[in-house]
């Protein structure tokens, strides 16, 4: 199937810095790229979905200068989290689709934050 | 509005089958997934179903009612790795993924 990767894999950092985390489609080039966050026992939840060479489209309630999405290729994506209080502390994970049969998506392994 | 509803957790026994059930209420329907997803790491892509019926890949299974607004994942065989959380997504009218709250599925020896 097709590979996703994320780096950083966790990151650690204190209040008020910036943290970038990248996704890279290995082996297929990725069109749309979709990016997650997910709390403790919690299901996933669409942060912001982005397409290769335009803006992202941020879902609701999450703020879009906070939460800078780049996507400068058709095999990277990377989001910036600007200003990180402790309550951005989360598991990030990206997605991407257009590899598959289904067009299901792709995910990368995740970005553990944790803001102190 | 939108909504997924699954079982919050399941737990059955090492060797035994158990079906994960979904019901979803969505605007329009492109495609239902089954994504598994194990502790502290990101979900694998397990099935997709578009048209009505089963749809089997070795001990995973997967049925679809559009009619009914369902879906199940049946998992025959079960082995401790299959401990994990699945998640029903549905592709709706605008092709945007609607996800489910996930089961936990916990199994026992």
């Known amino acids: 199937g097709a590979v996703v990767s994320q780096h950083p894999s966790r990151v650690i950092c204190k209040s008020g810095t910036s943290v970038k985390i990248e996704c890279r489609s290995l082996?297929?080039?990725?069109?749309?790229m979709f990016w997650y966050r997910q709390f403790p026992k919690q299901s996933l939840m669409l942060m912001a979905t982005?397409?290769?060479?335009?803006?992202?489209?941020?879902e609701q309630g999450v703020e879009k200068d906070k939460f800078l999405i780049n996507h400068a290729s058709l095999t990277l994506s990377t989001l910036t989290v600007t200003s990180a209080h402790p309550e951005d502390s989360s598991f990030y994970i990206c997605?991407?689709?257009?590899?598959?049969?289904?067009?299901?998506?792709?995910f990368g392994p995740g970005t553990r934050l944790t803001v102190l | 509005g939108q909504n997924i509803d699954q079982p919050t957790e399941m737990t059955a026994t090492e060797g035994a089958i158990v079906q994960i059930n979904c019901t979803y209420q969505?605007?329009?329907?492109?495609?239902l997934f089954w994504y598994q997803q194990h502790a502290g790491e990101a979900p694998t892509f397990l099935s997709y179903?578009?048209l009505d019926g089963l749809e089997e890949k070795g001990r995973f299974s997967s049925f679809l009612s559009r009619s009914k607004g369902y879906s199940y994942l049946l998992l025959k065989e079960l082995q401790m790795k299959d401990s994990a959380s699945y998640l029903c997504?549905?592709?709706?009218?605008?092709?945007?993924?609607?996800w489910g709250a996930g089961t936990k599925l916990i199994i026992k020896p």
């Open positions: 082996d297929f080039q990725a069109t749309t």
């Open positions: 982005s397409n290769e060479g335009s803006k992202a489209t941020y």
């Open positions: 969505t605007s329009g329907f492109n495609g």
């Open positions: 179903n578009v």
């Open positions: 997605s991407a689709g257009g590899a598959g049969d289904y067009n299901e998506q792709f």
């Open positions: 997504a549905v592709l709706d009218s605008n092709y945007q993924l609607i």
